[in-house]
């Protein structure tokens, strides 16, 4: 709040173990922790479940639709973000084999009335349009025994990608969103009940990559149609806590649906593709369908397999991507209570997730075909393939437990373990998985001191698996060619000259994958010196991960669609990490933190050798902010920030060794680095505040984000410098 942040985008750079893939669109947050995450698995046609678990208070917001697409969080009113890193399996369940993040909202606040306003406005560098933000918070007591919380948000930021080709547009990547929250909580003696409703919608014009420094000179804009993408949130939570003499009972209910949609543009490249390939499809089935080729020649469509570039009937093609996740969970927990030398719980947790993501594929073709609709019927049955559209309902049951054992004054040791039964259904039966999981946990810990604690721990994480519908279309699709050769092109060579049935089967094998898991050791320490002034933490880990899903590309498969994901083996992330917070004076701070880490695969896999470094897993990163106070008269405080971030180099994706014997990734992001700095002055007891604040000082532009389809590669990168105002006022 203290640096102007919105979001987690602008907050894991000060969090030593923790990235996240910048410059991404609305509803687009993927977190790396330790440099364990999704690899991949974002794209409709091969997504995954995110490896890093999410919470709003107890609702479960992980993304199954792509590691890439969690919950990235509103900064306004919140009692803290929590980020726990390495597998947390055993109290949170599937998903979180990196770790989890969860964002702790404040509750309504008995027998308090209280509000709270900032509003602020920016502006941004390589923009000619600016930005704003308006918050509010209010809590008031319903009698001594009742109180409401409420607030709402909207939030607007500045596009900085031109679009420079027709239709030409500036700023074109203008980001806004607004939402609120109603929190009713009721308390009487020993029984509390907290009902919440929670609501977000967000949405970006425009795109956010480009093939040159925030540009975009490439994607084929078809008329009428406009790129961006949307995200709409509604949440629905019920906690009831009842304390009794021994334990704490407490009931969790909640309903997430979730929705987003984005409308992507690609080159006339891609859409030359797909005219070549449904060419060539309608050719090979020319003596089952004899009317059919002669109809689209009589209509004007064009027949030319030698021509793979111009896209003769076929120029314009987008991707809508639509998704919805409609989650229900129930968990109940029976917490210990009181000061024995035994601390446990216990409880139990049920998810159901119905998941759905659907593709169309708007296309736009040459003027003489204006009237051409055989043909276009034709064309439509392809982008109509069942593979476009992807179910997913997951079962889950779950069982867990924990107990904590004070040995003595300095020891303790914590016992934990989770048993999961789930059950996952993949578009109506046509594919399914079952998981019957144990996830122990160990802790041992020592309070050496009153001010050190150390401890070593073992915890687990898993997630399932899924199926790759860009293979399932290669089986159908590759299949229709029979025992005839699929013609290599420019798009998609055929090494091994495959015919369409040898094609086919080789799809068929890159289809399904299997869930993975991960252990991880840890041992850490924590201490305060110099009478409290110093707080210090550290940490060694390694993770030892199974199965690990990564996503690979085979060149032997005659299609655009190459990339799949599968298990790779073994891989491990290693490293150590750091932080120090250090009151040099009683009105200077600062704060430091770090970590270097090495993730690399165990065993080879296909032309990836053992020792190839995981994507998106930099090896190192640090970071340091500092905050001097100067005291004024009248309670009054001014206070400048200087904040400072940097990590190394990171691959966008697995590596694969060249006929030199290097092992090369499709893209190296750069080193990066950040600066941020702001200054404030701030009322008696913080009762009003005003702002001014500079995020990316020195305008760096490092990439950020990848995209390449057919050798056309596109980037993301650091977003441009932002200057900004706010104020705040609150009555308490």
Same mark, same amino acid.
């Given at each position: 709040?203290?640096?102007?942040?919105?979001?987690?985008?602008?907050?894991?750079?000060?969090?030593?173990?923790?990235?996240?893939?910048?410059?991404?669109?609305?509803?687009?947050?993927?977190?790396?922790?330790?440099?364990?995450?999704?690899?991949?698995?974002?794209?409709?046609?091969?997504?995954?479940?995110?490896?890093?678990?999410?919470?709003?208070?107890?609702?479960?917001?992980?993304?199954?639709?792509?590691?890439?697409?969690?919950?990235?969080?509103?900064?306004?009113?919140? @009692?803290?973000?929590?980020?726990?890193?390495?597998?947390?399996?055993?109290?949170?369940?599937?998903?979180?084999?990196?770790?989890?993040?969860?964002? !702790?909202?404040?509750?309504?606040?008995?027998?308090?009335?209280?509000?709270?306003?900032?509003?602020?406005?920016?502006?941004?560098?390589?923009?000619?349009?600016?930005?704003?933000?308006?918050?509010?918070?209010?809590?008031?007591?319903?009698?001594? *025994?009742?109180?409401?919380?409420?607030?709402?948000?909207?939030? *607007?930021?500045?596009?900085?990608?031109?679009?420079?080709?027709?239709?030409? !547009?500036?700023?074109?990547?203008?980001?806004?969103?607004?939402?609120?929250?109603?929190?009713?909580?009721?308390?009487?003696?020993?029984?509390?009940?907290?009902?919440?409703?929670?609501?977000?919608?967000?949405?970006?014009?425009?795109?956010?990559?480009?093939?040159?420094?925030?540009?975009?000179?490439?994607?084929?804009?078809?008329?009428?149609?406009?790129?961006?993408? @949307?995200?709409?949130?509604?949440?629905?939570?019920?906690?009831?806590?009842?304390?009794?003499?021994?334990?704490?009972?407490?009931?969790?209910?909640?309903?997430?649906?979730?929705? *987003?949609?984005?409308?992507?543009?690609?080159?006339?490249?891609?859409?030359?593709?797909?005219?070549?390939?449904?060419?060539?499809?309608?050719?090979?089935?020319?003596?089952?369908?004899?009317?059919?080729?002669?109809?689209?020649?009589?209509?004007?469509?064009?027949?030319?397999?030698?021509?793979?570039?111009?896209?003769?009937?076929?120029?314009?093609?987008?991707?809508?991507?639509?998704?919805?996740? $409609?989650?229900?969970?129930?968990?109940?927990?029976?917490?210990?209570?009181?000061?024995?030398?035994?601390?446990?719980?216990?409880?139990?947790?049920?998810?159901?997730?119905?998941?759905?993501?659907?593709?169309?594929?708007?296309?736009?073709?040459?003027?003489?075909?204006?009237?051409?609709?055989?043909?276009?019927?034709?064309?439509?049955?392809?982008?109509?393939?069942?593979?476009?559209?992807?179910?997913?309902?997951?079962?889950?049951?779950?069982?867990?437990?924990?107990?904590?054992?004070?040995?003595?004054?300095?020891?303790?040791?914590?016992?934990?373990?989770?048993?999961?039964?789930?059950?996952?259904?993949?578009?109506?039966?046509?594919?399914?998985?079952?998981?019957?999981?144990?996830?122990?946990?160990?802790?041992?810990?020592?309070?050496?001191?009153?001010?050190?604690?150390?401890?070593?721990?073992?915890?687990?994480?898993?997630?399932?698996?899924?199926?790759?519908?860009?293979?399932?279309?290669?089986?159908?699709?590759?299949?229709?060619?029979?025992?005839?050769?699929?013609?290599?092109?420019?798009?998609? %060579?055929?090494?091994? @000259?495959?015919?369409?049935?040898?094609?086919?089967?080789?799809?068929?094998?890159?289809?399904?994958?299997?869930?993975?898991?991960?252990?991880?050791?840890?041992?850490?320490?924590?201490?305060?010196?110099?009478?409290?002034?110093?707080?210090?933490?550290?940490?060694?880990?390694?993770?030892?991960?199974?199965?690990?899903?990564?996503?690979?590309?085979?060149?032997?498969?005659?299609?655009?669609?190459?990339?799949?994901?599968?298990?790779?083996?073994?891989?491990?992330?290693?490293?150590?990490?750091?932080?120090?917070?250090?009151?040099?004076?009683?009105?200077?701070?600062?704060?430091?933190?770090?970590?270097?880490?090495?993730?690399?695969?165990?065993?080879?896999?296909?032309?990836?050798?053992?020792?190839?470094?995981?994507?998106?897993?930099?090896?190192?990163?640090?970071?340091?902010?500092? $905050?001097?106070?100067?005291?004024?008269?009248?309670?009054?405080?001014?206070? !400048?920030?200087?904040?400072?971030?940097?990590?190394?180099?990171?691959?966008? *994706?697995?590596?694969?060794?060249?006929?030199?014997?290097?092992?090369?990734?499709?893209?190296? =992001?750069?080193?990066?680095? %950040?600066?941020?700095?702001?200054?404030?002055?701030?009322?008696?007891?913080?009762?009003?505040?005003?702002?001014?604040?500079?995020?990316?000082?020195?305008?760096?532009?490092?990439?950020?984000?990848? =995209?390449?389809?057919?050798?056309?590669?596109?980037?993301?990168?650091?977003?441009?410098?932002?200057?900004?105002?706010?104020?705040?006022?609150?009555?308490?």
């Amino acid at each position: 709040e203290e640096m102007g942040v919105t979001d987690m985008k602008q907050v894991f750079k000060n969090i030593p173990g923790l990235n996240m893939i910048e410059g991404a669109g609305t509803g687009r947050n993927q977190y790396i922790v330790r440099g364990v995450s999704s690899q991949a698995g974002n794209d409709s046609y091969m997504q995954s479940f995110s490896a890093i678990s999410v919470f709003v208070d107890e609702v479960n917001m992980t993304s199954a639709q792509g590691g890439g697409k969690n919950f990235g969080g509103n900064m306004f009113d919140l @009692e803290r973000v929590e980020v726990l890193k390495g597998p947390q399996g055993t109290l949170f369940g599937e998903g979180a084999v990196g770790g989890s993040i969860r964002f !702790i909202q404040n509750k309504p606040q008995l027998g308090t009335t209280d509000w709270k306003v900032k509003a602020g406005y920016d502006w941004r560098s390589e923009s000619d349009d600016n930005g704003h933000r308006v918050d509010a918070m209010v809590n008031f007591p319903l009698g001594e *025994s009742a109180a409401v919380r409420a607030l709402i948000f909207d939030t *607007s930021t500045a596009g900085w990608i031109d679009r420079t080709i027709a239709p030409v !547009i500036e700023n074109e990547n203008e980001d806004s969103s607004q939402g609120g929250k109603l929190s009713v909580l009721w308390v009487n003696d020993a029984l509390s009940v907290q009902g919440t409703y929670y609501k977000s919608e967000a949405e970006m014009k425009g795109t956010f990559r480009g093939d040159k420094l925030y540009e975009d000179s490439l994607n084929y804009r078809i008329p009428g149609i406009t790129p961006r993408m @949307e995200e709409n949130i509604d949440i629905i939570s019920l906690d009831v806590d009842y304390e009794f003499d021994f334990a704490t009972l407490e009931v969790m209910a909640s309903n997430m649906e979730r929705e *987003s949609y984005r409308i992507a543009e690609f080159p006339s490249e891609i859409a030359a593709f797909y005219d070549w390939f449904i060419q060539f499809n309608i050719s090979t089935r020319a003596a089952e369908r004899p009317e059919e080729l002669p109809r689209m020649v009589e209509e004007g469509w064009t027949f030319d397999l030698t021509d793979t570039s111009s896209g003769p009937n076929q120029i314009g093609f987008n991707i809508d991507d639509m998704a919805s996740s $409609d989650r229900t969970t129930f968990g109940a927990r029976l917490v210990s209570s009181g000061d024995s030398n035994l601390q446990w719980l216990a409880g139990v947790f049920v998810k159901d997730s119905d998941d759905y993501r659907r593709n169309v594929q708007p296309q736009d073709y040459r003027p003489h075909l204006a009237n051409a609709t055989y043909g276009k019927s034709v064309y439509n049955v392809v982008y109509a393939d069942p593979s476009n559209t992807h179910e997913d309902t997951l079962d889950e049951k779950s069982i867990f437990g924990e107990a904590t054992y004070s040995l003595n004054e300095s020891w303790d040791v914590t016992l934990g373990i989770r048993y999961t039964d789930m059950e996952q259904m993949i578009d109506d039966g046509r594919g399914t998985t079952e998981d019957k999981v144990w996830s122990p946990k160990f802790t041992l810990s020592w309070q050496a001191t009153d001010e050190t604690l150390a401890y070593f721990n073992i915890g687990t994480g898993f997630r399932p698996g899924n199926i790759n519908l860009g293979q399932e279309f290669n089986v159908r699709q590759l299949g229709g060619a029979g025992d005839e050769v699929i013609p290599a092109s420019p798009f998609a %060579s055929n090494p091994l @000259e495959l015919t369409g049935t040898e094609a086919a089967a080789l799809a068929q094998s890159r289809m399904i994958y299997e869930g993975d898991s991960v252990t991880n050791y840890e041992l850490g320490v924590k201490t305060r010196l110099a009478e409290g002034r110093v707080r210090l933490t550290g940490s060694l880990y390694y993770f030892d991960w199974e199965d690990t899903i990564l996503e690979f590309t085979d060149q032997n498969i005659p299609s655009i669609n190459r990339s799949y994901l599968d298990n790779a083996g073994a891989a491990h992330s290693q490293g150590v990490e750091f932080s120090v917070d250090f009151q040099i004076t009683d009105y200077l701070n600062l704060s430091m933190g770090a970590d270097l880490n090495e993730a690399e695969l165990d065993e080879a896999v296909g032309t990836t050798p053992a020792g190839t470094r995981l994507p998106n897993a930099p090896e190192w990163s640090w970071n340091a902010m500092l $905050d001097y106070g100067i005291p004024l008269d009248a309670g009054r405080e001014f206070n !400048i920030m200087l904040n400072y971030s940097a990590m190394g180099a990171q691959d966008s *994706s697995l590596g694969t060794e060249n006929t030199d014997g290097q092992v090369v990734s499709a893209f190296t =992001y750069p080193r990066r680095q %950040s600066t941020d700095v702001s200054a404030h002055l701030r009322g008696e007891n913080d009762k009003w505040k005003a702002s001014l604040f500079v995020k990316n000082l020195t305008g760096e532009d490092s990439e950020t984000s990848y =995209y390449s389809v057919l050798a056309v590669n596109q980037w993301a990168w650091q977003p441009p410098r932002m200057v900004g105002v706010e104020f705040m006022m609150r009555a308490q």
